[in-house]
């Protein structure tokens, strides 16, 4: 067997369709078809189970997909040690960052990180904490950068920043005319909320308990309306009229004309949350791992002098 049969099968065991798992590998779903059945016949046993619309792993299949997974990951261990006696900033970094972070810090970061470091390719990759996870554990990328608290064993994770939560609203709503919102403000509002999967709507859950997915009783709990897919999403349809959202505060600015929208601050104390990087215990280049926490905070810095001109 090899390694390369060994990432194919958990692929497939992953996206429990041909088609899509041989796209993944960049390989012909024939290629990948031949590579199971020919390891299939190697172990003698049968991986998985086909049938017309999907594919799933046998019981043995799912240990032996599980074990191929740890195989995958030592190897991507053995790669990463090798580079780490070069450079270790000569060569690309792969991260990843969370929907509701990496639109608003990439641009912040990737400027200083080409002045500190600019022999080291960076790789860029947006997903879901979920799907951030499985990439950090496969090798797939070097650096994440999620919400904490972020748990996975063998991975370890730093702090880099607290970001408060701010409503954003329309200049013409009456709670426009308030300095600073709380809970309370926010009752019978439509609040628009992403859609399941975003961890930024479960903080937001979270942190404003009052907030409900359904629309409301007479226990005055807030109004939901329609989850956006997108943050950038959510800031047009409150421009739109058709309700306030909350956003956290970087991405809260707006190419929108200063009379269209507002923000407001949130008065709860836990109405906000910490952002941090996520890496493997045993990634070995730690010079990579601080040029970025580096960048990352010299662009926030720099982010905020920015505002305060532009604010002056």
Not at 241 to 262: E, H, Q, R, W
């Amino acid at each position: 067997m090899t390694l390369t049969e060994l990432k194919y099968i958990v692929t497939l065991a992953q996206d429990q369709h041909f088609g899509q798992a041989a796209e993944r590998c960049n390989v012909s779903q024939p290629t990948l078809s031949v590579a199971v059945k020919k390891l299939e016949e190697e172990l003698g046993v049968s991986l998985f189970e086909r049938s017309k619309t999907r594919v799933q792993a046998t019981p043995m299949g799912e240990q032996i997909v599980a074990q191929a997974q740890t195989v995958l990951e030592q190897a991507s261990v053995i790669k990463d040690i090798a580079i780490s006696g070069k450079d270790q900033l000569g060569s690309p970094l792969k991260v990843g960052a969370i929907f509701t972070i990496g639109p608003y810090l990439f641009p912040q970061f990737i400027p200083q990180l080409q002045s500190i470091a600019p022999k080291m390719p960076l790789f860029v990759e947006e997903g879901f904490t979920a799907t951030l996870r499985q990439q950090l554990r496969k090798g797939d990328l070097d650096v994440i950068i999620v919400a904490l608290p972020f748990t996975e064993a063998d991975v370890v994770t730093q702090a880099l920043y607290e970001e408060p939560f701010v409503v954003l609203l329309p200049a013409a709503h009456p709670l426009a005319n308030k300095t600073s919102l709380c809970a309370n403000d926010l009752t019978e509002e439509n609040v628009l909320l992403l859609g399941e999967g975003h961890c930024f709507r479960d903080q937001i859950l979270q942190a404003l308990p009052s907030i409900k997915t359904h629309a409301a009783d007479d226990s005055g709990n807030i109004r939901t309306a329609t989850a956006g897919s997108s943050l950038e999403t959510m800031r047009h349809m409150v421009a739109s009229g058709i309700g306030i959202t909350i956003l956290p505060k970087s991405a809260a600015m707006s190419n929108y004309a200063p009379d269209t929208l507002v923000i407001r601050p949130l008065t709860e104390v836990s109405a906000k949350r910490t952002v941090g990087l996520a890496w493997r215990a045993s990634f070995p280049r730690h010079k990579a791992v601080d040029v970025l926490r580096t960048a990352i905070q010299q662009g926030q810095k720099a982010g905020k002098e920015q505002l305060t001109k532009g604010n002056s």
